[in-house]
């Protein structure tokens, strides 16, 4: 059986996924992942804390002992915005960045839209652009056309350079838009958000310049072989090793800028 091509999941949520699934993951060649935030119900700030130091303090060593590179980034999902104390929330944010294993902001973004969701995303984009962070943008899956529209703008607004932003859950309609204005694009290789065959159809037509693969598991009914269904399916198509290898791993690592 031949080597499967190591591959970089830029979104996964491993509290949500058993040792067995992270080792499955990982003999089919996941081998450096990016742990995101996640949304819980009614957030508080100290339960936002408690969920950043468990991504942090826990679910990175536990990647690491199971054989995969991890990385993590933190922020404040739209879903998952406190009532009250965000900014005591954003003012500890800084802390985690010092150590080399946070790399990213996120996920923030917008879901269903509305001011609260807008400010906290404007909050979190002023932080990253005063830091000079990467930043992690989510998507949903409803009016995902008019919504990424709507970010885009912010994003613009923002000051925050293009270049240091992924659009994360882009598809086939939203991802030529997020490319043509500098950023980068995350394609999620999940039941309700993109297949396989769709992915490869996006890389055929597009190329591999700023595309960046992830599953988004963890959350839900999500897959855990898709990385590696993917990138199978992009090598049957005959496309170059080196796209090939841009869309499953040195993407991820160029935009987050790890390469140890």
Same mark, same amino acid.
């Given at each position: 059986?031949?080597?499967?091509?190591?591959?970089?999941?830029?979104?996964?949520?491993?509290?949500?996924?058993?040792?067995?699934?992270?080792?499955?993951?990982?003999?089919?060649?996941?081998?450096?992942?990016?742990?995101?935030?996640?949304?819980?119900?009614?957030?508080?700030?100290?339960?936002?804390?408690?969920?950043?130091?468990?991504?942090?303090?826990?679910?990175?060593?536990?990647?690491?002992?199971?054989?995969?590179?991890?990385?993590?980034?933190?922020?404040?999902?739209?879903?998952?915005?406190?009532?009250?104390?965000?900014?005591?929330?954003?003012?500890?944010?800084?802390?985690?960045?010092?150590?080399?294993?946070?790399?990213?902001?996120?996920?923030?973004?917008?879901?269903?839209?509305?001011?609260?969701?807008?400010?906290?995303?404007?909050?979190?984009?002023?932080?990253?652009?005063?830091?000079?962070?990467?930043?992690?943008?989510?998507?949903?899956?409803?009016?995902?056309?008019?919504?990424?529209?709507?970010?885009?703008?912010?994003?613009?607004?923002?000051?925050?350079?293009?270049?240091?932003?992924?659009?994360?859950?882009?598809?086939?309609?939203?991802?030529?838009?997020?490319?043509?204005?500098?950023?980068?694009?995350?394609?999620? @290789?999940?039941?309700?958000?993109?297949?396989? %065959? $769709?992915? !490869?159809?996006? &890389?055929? =037509?597009?190329?591999? /310049? #700023?595309?960046?693969?992830?599953?988004?598991?963890?959350?839900?009914?999500?897959?855990?072989?898709?990385?590696?269904?993917?990138?199978? @399916?992009?090598?049957?198509?005959?496309?170059? %090793? $080196?796209? !090939?290898?841009? &869309?499953? =791993?040195?993407?991820? /690592? #160029?935009?987050?800028?790890?390469?140890?």
């Amino acid at each position: 059986m031949p080597e499967p091509l190591p591959l970089f999941d830029a979104h996964l949520h491993p509290e949500g996924l058993s040792d067995q699934d992270l080792e499955s993951m990982r003999f089919f060649g996941v081998e450096r992942a990016l742990v995101v935030a996640h949304h819980f119900p009614e957030p508080t700030p100290k339960g936002l804390r408690e969920h950043f130091d468990q991504l942090v303090e826990r679910q990175l060593p536990r990647l690491e002992r199971l054989g995969i590179r991890a990385y993590a980034a933190l922020g404040v999902h739209p879903r998952c915005i406190p009532r009250r104390g965000l900014s005591e929330v954003l003012g500890h944010l800084p802390d985690y960045f010092q150590g080399g294993r946070v790399v990213a902001l996120g996920e923030t973004g917008l879901h269903n839209g509305g001011e609260e969701e807008e400010e906290a995303f404007l909050e979190q984009l002023a932080l990253a652009r005063r830091l000079k962070l990467r930043v992690l943008v989510h998507t949903p899956t409803q009016d995902k056309e008019r919504t990424t529209r709507r970010i885009l703008t912010l994003l613009r607004q923002s000051g925050v350079l293009a270049s240091r932003v992924l659009v994360d859950h882009a598809n086939a309609r939203t991802v030529r838009t997020i490319l043509e204005v500098g950023h980068w694009a995350g394609l999620t @290789l999940h039941p309700d958000e993109l297949r396989a %065959e $769709r992915a !490869v159809s996006v &890389v055929r =037509r597009l190329g591999s /310049e #700023r595309l960046v693969l992830n599953s988004d598991a963890g959350d839900g009914a999500g897959d855990i072989l898709g990385l590696a269904r993917v990138a199978n @399916l992009l090598a049957k198509a005959r496309l170059s %090793e $080196r796209i !090939v290898r841009r &869309v499953a =791993r040195e993407n991820a /690592e #160029r935009f987050l800028q790890v390469h140890d």
